[in-house]
């Protein structure tokens, strides 16, 4: 019933649907701009700076994961990162948002990465239960940092 896959570059307008439809989810929909073309330039040209899995459920789309990997100076070895994960909510409850990070979990060994992080918004509850039930931990210590638009452009401009 559950196929996970590599997705293709045939994928990209299903995945900025899937991106709308987290960007929904997450209360934000204005902030989700991402186009397939820039799914397809940045996920599938000379030199990728993301993967993605599909989740099909009975040859219907189910899901999808967006990651790529990232580098620990202290441990000197890359790790994991999940930016995207997004269940359809016909889909929940049956065990797919396990799979593909079971998934990535295999990636994540098969390339000796340290392990897998990701970001949670605090609000979300059922998010949070299910990842610390799988064993993660919450890193409250650490807060996101984030700097675009105009500041950035202010930075690089010294």
């Known amino acids: 019933m559950l196929r996970i896959r590599p997705a293709v570059p045939e994928d990209a307008d299903l995945i900025v649907q899937f991106i709308r439809e987290l960007a929904d989810y997450e209360r934000e929909p204005q902030a989700a701009i991402a186009t397939s073309v820039d799914i397809l330039r940045?996920?599938?040209?000379r030199d990728p700076k993301f993967r993605?899995?599909?989740a099909e459920w009975e040859d219907k789309p189910a899901g999808f994961a967006l990651f790529?990997?990232?580098y620990s100076t202290w441990l000197g070895r890359p790790g994991l990162y999940l930016e995207d994960l997004f269940v359809r909510p016909e889909f929940r409850g049956k065990g797919i948002g396990k799979a593909v990070l079971a998934e990535?979990?295999?990636i994540a060994l098969a390339e000796n990465c340290?392990?897998?992080k990701w970001q949670v918004l605090d609000w979300?509850?059922?998010a949070i239960e299910f990842y610390e039930a799988l064993g993660a931990k919450l890193q409250k210590e650490w807060l996101s940092v984030r700097i675009m638009g105009e500041p950035l452009r202010a930075l690089a401009n010294g």
């Open 42 to 45: 940045d996920g599938f040209g």
């Open 52 to 54: 993605v899995l599909m």
């Open 68 to 70: 790529f990997l990232n």
């Open 104 to 106: 990535l979990a295999r």
């Open 114 to 116: 340290y392990g897998m």
């Open 124 to 126: 979300n509850t059922p």
